[in-house]
């Protein structure tokens, strides 16, 4: 046997030996979920006979934390067991119990949980279990996308249906406007919001942190290009940064924009999707989309300038994590006034 044929049979071992180790360690996960989740059960079961006391709940607790401590090693303290309790509660009412009996009940470690019950709002947490089981979101990750609010971002620029569609199906791309968030929220940068920056030294710190940047975005997005040189007429153009989304098969263009939003950088970006549509796109790929990533979106000079049909949007960023109260506050008025709304339109229908 060659040196050659000896590296691929390497290669083949080594990663069959890489998958068998992830799948132990994912069957080892999943089945201390279940475990916790049972023995959340009981004690939950076990408290409610006989409604006892709070003080005796604890006494219990604490005795059986020392027994099972005793026996098993770490792992099993009061908090602990207060933590697979609240586990129990949280997801017996989100989850059926015929749907618990499957081993797809539960698809993220024990950290990924611990993260999950902190998010108050069923919808939002089904949310975030659904785009972190799909995208296999790291707890470092899925942590970040409930610290910058992301499900209410995503929500505040969609309808109630799509809304329900969030917390059932997580984010679905369809059309170009799905991947829009308001605002989208660039904290990693590091840039300091009352300071000074170019468009240049934005642009340079996204390069330098292009995985966060792209798991801001979202699902399905590579990277292409910087500063993207296109000539024609002897004149030479370039593009902020080009990514390409491959859920709606279109290529994305980026303009960085650190100054008041103008029609002319409309009209520039709007030449900019025109020339990847007539001379970069492949006829089995979706129009081109252009985003222009601002401090401040003025959304009256995009609807004058633009068409409705326009490929072209105009998206804020902010350089720190969200208010969340405030953006969960937006999204309530949001629903009520869409749902006062539908209501007048169905009584005037009706009558």
């Known amino acids: 046997m060659n040196i050659e044929q000896s590296g691929i049979l ?135 996308q409930c610290s910058s609010s992301l499900y209410e971002r995503l929500a505040l620029s969609r309808d109630k249906d799509e809304i329900m569609r969030l917390a059932n199906e997580g984010q679905t791309l369809e059309k170009p406007a799905d991947i829009l968030k308001s605002p989208f929220t660039l904290e990693f940068l590091g840039l300091d919001e009352r300071s000074a920056y170019t468009e240049s030294e934005l642009e340079g710190r996204i390069i330098s942190n292009l995985q966060k940047f792209l798991l801001e975005m979202g699902k399905g997005f590579l990277f292409e290009a910087r500063q993207k040189r296109f000539t024609f007429d002897e004149d030479s153009y370039y593009v902020d940064l080009v990514l390409y989304n491959r859920l709606l098969q279109s290529y994305v263009l980026i303009d960085l924009k650190t100054n008041k939003l103008s029609h002319q950088d409309l009209g520039q970006m709007q030449m900019y999707v025109n020339y990847y549509d007539r001379y970069v796109k492949q006829p089995f790929e979706n129009p081109t989309i252009g985003i222009l990533l601002c401090e401040t979106a003025n959304q009256t000079v995009v609807e004058l300038t633009l068409p409705k049909d326009s490929n072209i949007h105009a998206a804020e960023y902010a350089l720190y994590l969200p208010d969340k109260k405030l953006l969960q506050q937006k999204l309530q008025e949001w629903r009520n006034e869409y749902e006062g709304v539908t209501a007048i339109k169905n009584k005037m229908h009706d009558s």
């Not at 409610?48 to 099972?68: P, T």
């Not at 026996?71 to 618990?100: H, P, W």
């Not at 902190?118 to 899925?142: C, G, H, K, M």
């Open 10 to 144: 390497y290669d083949k071992v080594a990663k069959l030996i890489e998958q068998a180790r992830q799948k132990v360690t994912t069957t080892v996960n999943l089945t201390m979920v279940h475990t916790y989740y049972e023995i959340g059960r009981y004690i939950v079961e076990d408290e409610q006979q006989g409604e006892r006391r709070a003080e005796y709940g604890k006494a219990l607790l604490k005795e059986l934390s020392k027994q099972l401590t005793e026996r098993f090693g770490k792992g099993f303290s009061v908090d602990g067991l207060e933590r697979m309790k609240n586990f129990y509660l949280i997801y017996s009412a989100q989850k059926s119990e015929t749907v618990l009996r499957i081993s797809e009940a539960f698809s993220l470690s024990w950290s990924h949980y611990l993260v999950l019950m902190r998010v108050d709002n069923p919808d939002a947490r089904r949310f975030y279990e659904i785009e972190a089981t799909q995208q296999q979101w790291s707890v470092r990750q899925l942590a970040r």
